[in-house]
């Protein structure tokens, strides 16, 4: 049940416009709710003194770290007389510095430090001749010191090193992908030149024992013809053996006179003939014989780049090959032109072309504007009469827009209204057009739990990218604003309120960077990232509320500059082809075109 009115609660702050106490209030509810429901943190679970154990800690000694009741306060400061007790109500407990223990004199505390003898120093060091001479400084001067080295490298490696290995991580990963499919290729491959010669073996071997069947039969036919000879001089040979009988047996003597024999003719046998039978002589399959003749694989193994890896600069560098030509950004961006939308606030931009921009606002009416002139063009209500939550054009140059309330994705064609997706469990936030002429809609789930990015091919899913590698959320949930872009090498970068970042992923759905804010920003308050654009330089711009400006990163999440021009309250934003920025004021109900990129 608290659980349940926690969310609602949230719900209905976070659909109150942006400020700073938004994130207060929420804060203070939850853990309010969570004192409420956690047993743990429950009145019958009080923290108990260190010394005996029963009463309610009310005070705290910062020297040794005891929390402490009232009336064992005497007991604690005579037990270890050796020490300067600091003894404090238990809610200003670390309020007491605590020095670095002398490695010489036991139970001292250093307030000096030898420069000489790099080492810090009590007051009985000081007292004796050890240091006489030496250089000394106040040892809070060598901790701030410390501390202001040991805070650069923080920023060097959360800002810098982190975000190197991040890249560098992701770079092992695609290598590794690519290698799985290129090995999977080449096993193909040898799969399919292994059919090849089953299917060349198989033919040759057909051939091979139709040359023998023929001649088989050849020889056969010889034989079978001799054969036939020999029966038919066997069969003569008969009729000459009755022949010679009856002359023999005939009471006609004459007939032997008359009879002439024929058996010399018999006499001459005829020529044997032998079949020869014909011989096959296979070619000895040799293994290293055999390789050379189907084919080998060339051996390899992984190689270092004698060059390594670069650290990650701040700085743009150029893009080779198909990258268009270099433009560098205005050190002064400036102001071309404001526009009076007339909404009560303010939300989105978008842009129909170098010409014209639609607008999104608080009411269900989505605007489109000349640029030039100001003037209003056009005017669309959603089929539900509901807000949208967001706008976009496609690149054939439709305008879509997500329905939050009725859970869909429309397309406005020649002023009609296209239901293209409809969601079950899941509301839409935000919505962009790919390069490809696809969308990718970011929602979340109806409990405010998840949230994911869909790639949709018209009303098909092609695609969802909702966990990192180690199965973690890649985006927050419970109701924050979130907007999405595709940038022009082909990442997805969405602006995440609820986190205070902007998450990059690539095409595949893996982390590159996630990009906290530049610290500090311009008036000192919460990174609140809004609306998200990319321009032509593979830039990623994102709308910073709280602080009234627009961030400019590069394309691995580097922070590159502030754009401020007396923005108030930038909300949405999106840039023509020429690279012009147009950021939606909330409060104000203006877009405005700025110009912070030089042209060519």
């Known amino acids: 049940m608290g659980a349940s009115l926690q969310r609602r609660t949230e719900h209905f702050i976070f659909n109150l416009e942006p400020t700073a106490d938004k994130y207060e209030i929420i804060t203070i509810i939850r853990k309010r709710t969570t004192l409420i429901m956690d047993p743990r943190t429950s009145a019958q679970d009080v923290m108990r ?49 605590l020095f670095p223990g002398c490695k010489i004199h036991d139970k001292q505390q250093c307030t000096m430090y030898c420069n000489q003898c790099d080492i810090p120093v009590c007051d009985t060091c000081l ?59 080449l096993s193909t491959a ?33 034989l079978q013809k001799h054969l036939d000879e020999i029966n038919k001089t066997m069969s003569d040979i008969k009729d000459e053996i009755e022949s010679i009988d009856l002359a023999v047996e005939s009471n006609d003597k004459s007939k032997l006179f008359k009879f002439t024999s024929s058996v010399e003719r018999y006499r001459k046998l005829p020529q044997k003939i032998l079949p020869s039978l014909p ?28 060059h390594g890896y670069s650290m990650k600069s701040t700085q743009k560098s150029p893009e080779a090959g198909s990258s268009p030509p270099v433009k560098q950004l205005l050190d002064e961006p400036e102001t071309v032109t404001t526009i009076d939308t007339g909404y009560g606030y303010l939300y989105n931009v978008t842009c129909l072309s170098d010409e014209e921009i639609w607008t999104k606002g608080s009411d269900s009416t989505m605007k489109l504007f000349s640029i030039n002139r100001g003037s209003l063009l056009k005017s669309i209500t959603t089929k539900s009469g509901k807000i949208p939550s967001n706008i976009a054009v496609t690149k054939s140059g439709d305008l879509v827009y997500t329905d939050y309330a ?10 009609k209204i296209e239901e293209v997706i409809k969601l079950q469990n899941w509301r839409p936030w935000s919505v962009c057009s790919t390069s490809s002429g696809d969308l990718l ?60 970042a902007v998450v990059g992923v690539n095409q595949a759905g893996k982390l590159r960077f996630r990009y906290t804010g530049h610290t500090p920003g311009p008036k ?73 990129i030089s042209k060519i």
């Open 49 to 97: 003194c260190d010394l005996c154990e029963t009463a309610v800690v009310q005070m705290h000694c910062d020297t040794c770290l005891v929390n402490l009741c009232k009336a064992c306060v005497g007991e604690h400061m005579v037990s270890d007389q050796s020490k300067k007790h600091e003894v404090v109500q238990f809610k200003l407990r670390k309020s007491t510095l």
């Open 406 to 415: 009725d859970r869909t994705v429309n397309i406005v064609k020649n002023e």
């Open 441 to 500: 809609v970011i929602m979340e789930s109806d409990d405010y739990k998840q949230t994911k990015v869909v790639h949709y091919s018209g009303s098909t899913e092609k695609q969802t990218i909702q966990f990192d590698d180690q199965s973690n959320p890649l985006y927050s949930s419970s109701g924050y604003i979130i907007h999405i872009t595709e940038n022009r090498n082909l990442d997805i970068c969405v602006s995440d309120e609820g986190a205070r």
């Open 190 to 222: 040898i799969t399919k030149h292994g059919e090849d010669w089953h299917r060349e073996i198989d033919k040759l071997v057909k051939k091979l024992k139709a040359e023998v069947d023929e001649m088989k039969n050849t020889q056969l036919n010889t």
């Open 279 to 306: 011989t096959f002589t296979p070619c000895k399959i040799k293994g290293q014989d055999l390789k050379k003749i189907f084919g080998t694989v060339s051996s390899s193994s992984p190689t270092s780049d004698k």
């Open 524 to 596: 000192y308050k919460p990174f609140n990232p809004l609306g998200i654009t990319t321009d032509s330089q593979s830039h990623i711009l994102t709308a910073d509320y709280f602080n009234d400006c627009v961030h400019i990163i590069d394309q691995d999440g580097q922070f590159l500059r502030y754009i401020d021009c007396g923005l108030c309250n930038p909300y949405g934003l999106c840039i023509d082809t020429n690279d012009n920025l147009f950021v939606a004021q909330y409060r104000n109900r203006q877009v405005k075109e700025i110009k912070y």
């Open 127 to 185: 007292a004796s001749d050890q240091h006489l001479g030496h250089k000394l400084s106040k040892i809070l001067q060598i901790i701030d010191e410390k501390k202001e080295n040991i805070i650069k490298e923080k920023i060097e490696l959360n800002d810098t090193i982190y975000p190197t290995y991040q890249d560098i991580a992701s770079d092992v990963q695609n290598r590794m992908s690519q290698l799985e499919k290129e090995y999977g290729d």
